[in-house]
């Protein structure tokens, strides 16, 4: 089935650039998308990426992706204190007969002033 | 507009009570996806709903848990006999009428703690 997988932990001073890497196994992913969850709150969505596009820039968000290798990554440039959270990799096949998102277990941002 | 809603936020139940979570999508948006996270996890998709219709369950336990979405009103995911492994937060989301992409759009969650 499909896999997606993310390093647990990341730690980074505030105005550095924090990357945040994904792995993910299954061939027909279509949709890629990163999402943010802050303590006690829903996932919010911060962007995503169709696999035929090889990078995409959101203001301080830069998404890269790497089909070949199945990697993605988010960039986050002059990273603030707020922007410490949880940051979730998801993909999906886009298959309008199975919608589901499959999730990596997330990596936690540590932003220190 | 609002957003995906969801309630309770926060569920206390013993062991074999029922347990019934509501979600109220985003209007405009007739899909409905569930998931649960458990502690220190990534979320897991459970079931898939449009309006009368059970699309995609193939997360869901075969026992004890159902899910509807009824022509009118909110979504419901109920979880019948809950045990202490059900302790987890339940996320809904909702996405619109297929366009070719559907972003999930999602809810506040409903954290569940069995005692």
């Known amino acids: 089935g499909e896999d997606v997988e993310q390093s647990l932990f990341l730690s980074v001073r505030e105005g550095d650039s924090s990357v945040i890497n994904c792995t993910y196994t299954?061939?027909?992913?279509?949709?890629l998308y990163w999402y943010k969850q802050e303590p006690g709150a829903g996932l919010q969505l911060l962007t995503y990426?169709?696999?035929?596009?090889d990078m995409k820039q959101d203001q301080r968000l830069t998404v890269l992706l790497n089909k070949k290798d199945k990697h993605l990554s988010l960039r986050i440039a002059d990273t603030q204190t707020g922007d410490s959270a949880i940051y979730f990799c998801?993909?999906?096949?886009?298959?309008?007969?199975?919608?589901?998102?499959?999730f990596g277990s997330g990596t936690r941002l540590q932003v220190q002033p | 507009n609002a957003g995906v809603m969801q309630n309770p936020r926060h569920l206390v139940r013993r062991r074999g009570q029922e347990a019934r979570l509501r979600c109220s999508p985003m209007k405009g948006h007739s899909h409905v996806y569930w998931y649960r996270q458990l502690p220190e996890e990534g979320l897991k998709f459970m079931v898939y709903l449009q309006k009368e219709n059970i699309i995609d369950e193939s997360g869901m336990p075969k026992e004890r848990f159902s899910a509807e979405f009824p022509k009118e009103g909110p979504s419901i995911l109920r979880i019948q006999q809950v045990v202490r492994g059900d302790s987890a937060a339940y996320f809904c989301a909702s996405s619109p009428p297929s366009q070719g992409r559907e972003t999930q759009y999602f809810g506040p969650g409903t954290r569940l703690l069995v005692l």
């Open positions: 998801a993909e999906s096949s886009g298959d309008t007969g199975r919608r589901a998102l499959t």
């Open positions: 990426i169709f696999s035929n596009m």
């Open positions: 299954d061939s027909s992913s279509t949709y």
